[in-house]
């Protein structure tokens, strides 16, 4: 076991304070990392406070994570100490299952163990994240960091980079395709900016017209007002495929009426209340798809990877120190970032 410094909350109503955790000792195919940055999603906000009623506490939240590794198990063969490696939203899963077996543990038929609020499938023990000096994880679910990329800017590409690259791939973004992205945040810029570099014709939607020139730095052909009926009309009946990244209860019909037949959008912020129902008919005469998406497997991740770095793609981020983390939360429930936090681990270490 070794000692780990880290953020926690203690309950639902407490603001996350220092905490210390003992990280297991190395079982034969771990790998042991030193973190260097951490991400900051919205769903770590979520949990500390319990918004998703299943919180385990105490929580350590954190799962976009970026750190070196210090050691490995005697079994590991892919990586070695010095390795600048990733973690995501997984580090386990049963690997058994149709969907482990296809790539996609995300989709495990028997559940995924979370990087944090998870329970180890061998020891039991609730997991933590990485508002955390160093982590302890399998091999299998430990991923290569290209070099060539900024580790800060990396920390959120395992949980907003998949998150946006996985849905854009399945659905075939890419050349003389019309792909839609709403939402300008975390997600919806990481969206913006892989769309572009899949080679598709960009359009971002927001409701702030202070986020046009910004939409249009990070790779948008095109920005649309979305409560402006008029520009949304223009766009009627034109699109292959919409992301959409909003976080917040909202109507969904008016994307909707911008597919092609056989258009699709596809759903990947979490709000706290569902949407409205949409419009059947709106779905029914032109076979539009509403569709769904989580995360992405451990390969696809490190596609994802792989492609932000031969494309020079990192999220754009504001590093906070560990001690700034319920300053930080505060600011995201108002939008005020640009366009993720990440948690430099430096400041807990000292």
């Known amino acids: 076991m070794s000692t780990t410094y880290a953020y926690a909350a203690t309950d639902a109503t407490a603001p996350l304070a220092p905490f210390e955790i003992q990280r297991r000792e190395l079982r034969a195919h771990d790998v042991q990392m030193e973190v260097l940055f951490c991400g900051v999603c919205h769903s770590d906000l979520h949990q500390a406070r319990n918004e998703w009623k299943n919180t385990v506490f105490p929580v350590v939240p954190g799962h976009e994570i970026v750190g070196r590794v210090t050691a490995v198990g005697p079994d590991v063969t892919k990586y070695k100490a010095g390795d600048l490696v990733g973690v995501g939203c997984l580090v386990d899963s049963c690997r058994t299952c149709a969907s482990c077996e296809e790539g996609l543990e995300q989709y495990c038929e028997n559940g995924f163990v979370g990087t944090y609020n998870g329970v180890d499938r061998v020891d039991g023990q609730i997991t933590y994240g990485g508002y955390s000096t160093q982590l302890v994880v399998d091999e299998a679910f430990t991923l290569r960091v290209p070099e060539n990329l900024d580790p800060a800017g990396v920390a959120p590409l395992l949980c907003a980079g998949i998150t946006t690259y ?56 095109e920005v649309v007002i979305s409560k402006n009926a008029e520009e949304m009309g223009a766009h009627a009946n034109s699109f292959d495929f919409i992301l959409n990244t909003v976080a917040a209860q909202h109507d969904l019909n008016p994307f909707l009426n911008l597919l092609k037949r056989d258009g699709t959008m596809t759903l990947v912020g979490a709000p706290e209340h569902d949407h409205p129902s949409p419009q059947v008919f709106n779905l029914i005469f032109q076979r539009r798809r509403l569709a769904g998406s989580l995360i992405g497997g451990i390969a696809e991740t490190q596609e994802m990877l792989d492609f932000c770095g031969e494309h020079g793609i990192t999220s754009d981020i504001e590093v906070i120190p560990m001690q700034g983390i319920n300053d930080a939360f505060e600011r995201m429930l108002k939008s005020d970032v640009k366009y993720r936090f990440v948690v430099d681990l430096d400041s807990l270490r000292k």
Not at 185 to 212: C, D, E, N, Q, Y
Request: hydrophobic share 40%; charged share 20%.
């Open 166 to 221: 996985s849905p854009l791939r399945t659905w075939g973004a890419g050349p003389g395709k019309k792909v839609g992205i709403v939402g300008l945040g975390g997600l919806g810029h990481m969206g913006v900016k892989l769309a572009r570099a899949m080679g598709a014709h960009v359009v971002l939607f927001t409701t702030s017209p202070s986020k046009i020139e910004d939409a249009k730095r990070l790779g948008a052909h």
